[in-house]
């Protein structure tokens, strides 16, 4: 049985969930294909009734939804209630903007008129990653539900809750049957799913490897795919920071999340004049945090998803540190039930040390000092991945100088808020391709259509 929550604050078996059977798993792919008929003949306004409904009762019934949350996965339960605050931002953002965002646009050619019409394209397939259970459903559910398209969602096997609980809210919103539908379905079945032509489109937010082998199999078939991948993201501390504004931050930026987020800030990079203290208020106040039960508010450090993230991580840390890095914080596991550890910062890593070009995916620090701008915007760039990044500096204009020379799909200036509904996220390189949110998200799974009228006669 692989769709199990386990507490990972406790380590204990909340509940299995069996796979569907390949019947089922057929009915629900022609349910979704049939949905799709109607749906795509609908008004903005009358699927907006239904998107908009569930973003009012997530907001209604934050706690409902926050809670299996943190039992799942083990967010704290404030950052779980903020992620479903969000989720119901996004799909009420959606609901409001999608028709402007899909109206023809009209086109100026030398002769005639022409403009382009977007209309959906079919199913699409999602598969979403358990750090963040219900705003990577929203995430794809707002644009393209409200573009016209049908999904077919493989969530994380260990957030199978969280999972069914957005699959209920669709439903008690008023979506009809097969517009939203929760798989809880094997890596063969996923395979089968992108080989079927049903299915017009693939979305995966996870890792690279699972990355290249999704990308790869919606090649094959020649099906558009985007994709939200990890990131190993630079915090740049210039010489005139604020320090005492770009400590909070880089604590919140490492630790939100229990360090797990693929835009989360992994290395900080900080030039000479401003490191020995940088490092020693960093790790003071990552040193500060108290690990506790998630549940409780008053808890600043949460557990890891899962025991094998935490296995995963120490190992990652325990070869790093056979490979030359210093550990001058942290790097065990913490001595209490679940799956806890250390806060931990990783120093003297070359660039032929593992480390350097992996993602620690937990509360793991990499800290390197540089010599000036220039050097921290070298390293920046010295990356697989082009997700994020930030730069601290009191200069708002040179901040914008070094954000344009860094190779990723965002960047933030004496902030880390990575995140609303208006705005395009997503990378490049390694970080995937493919925007998800604001405008840029909608239109990913639309077809562009060029319509042109012109009183021509055809060349002889
Ligand atoms: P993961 O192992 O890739 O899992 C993510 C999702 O992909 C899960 O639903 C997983 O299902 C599924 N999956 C993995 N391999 C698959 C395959 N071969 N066929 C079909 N489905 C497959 O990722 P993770 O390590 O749990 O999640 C964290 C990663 O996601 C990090 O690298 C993080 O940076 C990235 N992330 C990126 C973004 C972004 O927007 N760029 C946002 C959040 C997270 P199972 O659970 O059943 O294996």
């Not at 030359?324 to 209490?336: Q, Y």
């Not at 040179?398 to 902030?415: D, H, L, P």
Request: aromatic share 8%; net charge negative.
């Amino acid at each position: 049985m692989s769709y199990q929550s386990f507490n990972p604050a406790t380590g204990k078996l909340v509940k299995s969930f069996p796979e569907i059977t390949d019947g089922e798993f057929e009915g629900k792919i022609a349910e979704a294909a049939k949905c799709y008929e109607n749906w795509r003949h609908g008004t903005y306004a009358e699927r907006a009734v239904i998107i908009s409904r569930a973003a009012a009762i997530l907001a209604a019934r934050v706690d409902d939804f926050a809670k299996p949350m943190t039992i799942e996965m083990g967010k704290r339960i404030s950052e779980a209630r903020g992620e479903v605050e969000f989720s119901s931002r996004i799909l009420a953002y959606y609901a409001k903007n999608a028709q402007k965002f899909l109206a023809p646009v009209k086109l100026h050619p030398t002769i005639g008129e022409a403009h382009m019409e977007s209309s959906p394209i079919g199913v699409i397939f999602c598969v979403e990653p358990w750090n963040f259970p219900y705003y990577q459903l929203a995430r794809v559910a707002g644009p393209h539900l409200m573009a016209g398209n049908v999904l077919l969602v493989k969530h994380a096997s260990c957030v199978p809750q969280c999972a069914i609980a957005f699959e209920q809210l669709l439903i008690e919103a008023g979506a009809p049957t097969g517009l939203y539908t929760n798989l809880l379905i094997s890596h063969d079945q996923s395979d089968a799913i992108i080989d079927d032509p049903r299915i017009k489109g693939v979305a995966l937010t996870g890792s690279v490897a699972a990355g290249r082998s999704l990308a790869a199999r919606a090649g094959k078939n020649l099906k558009v795919s985007s994709m939200e991948l990890g990131g190993s993201d630079a915090f740049i501390v210039l010489e005139d920071a604020d320090l005492e504004h770009t400590i909070k931050w880089a604590v919140w930026g490492r630790m939100y999340n229990t360090g797990q987020t693929c835009c989360a800030a992994k290395r900080f990079i900080v030039v000479e004049s401003l490191a020995a203290e940088f490092l020693a208020r960093f790790t003071a106040a990552l040193n500060a945090l108290r690990p506790g039960d998630p549940m409780d508010e008053k808890t600043t450090l949460g557990p890891l998803s899962s025991e094998s993230a935490l296995t995963q991580l120490l190992a990652q840390v325990n070869e790093a540190v056979a490979g030359g890095a210093k550990l001058v914080l942290g790097g065990k596991r913490i001595d209490r039930p679940g799956s806890y550890m250390e806060p931990s910062i990783l120093t003297d890593i070359k660039p032929e040390n593992p480390a350097f070009r992996q993602e620690f995916f937990g509360p793991v620090a990499l800290f390197f000092r540089v010599k000036d701008e220039d050097a921290a915007i070298a390293l920046a760039n010295a990356s697989d991945f082009g997700l994020g990044g930030s730069v601290f500096t009191r200069d708002e204009a040179r901040g914008k100088r070094v954000a344009t020379r860094i190779e990723t799909g965002m960047m933030f200036i004496n902030n880390i808020s990575w995140a609303d509904a208006e705005l395009p996220f997503g990378g490049i390189k390694d970080s995937g391709y493919g925007r998800e949110l604001g405008d840029m998200g909608i239109q990913e799974f639309v077809n562009k259509k060029l319509i042109r009228t012109a009183h021509l006669d055809a060349p002889a």
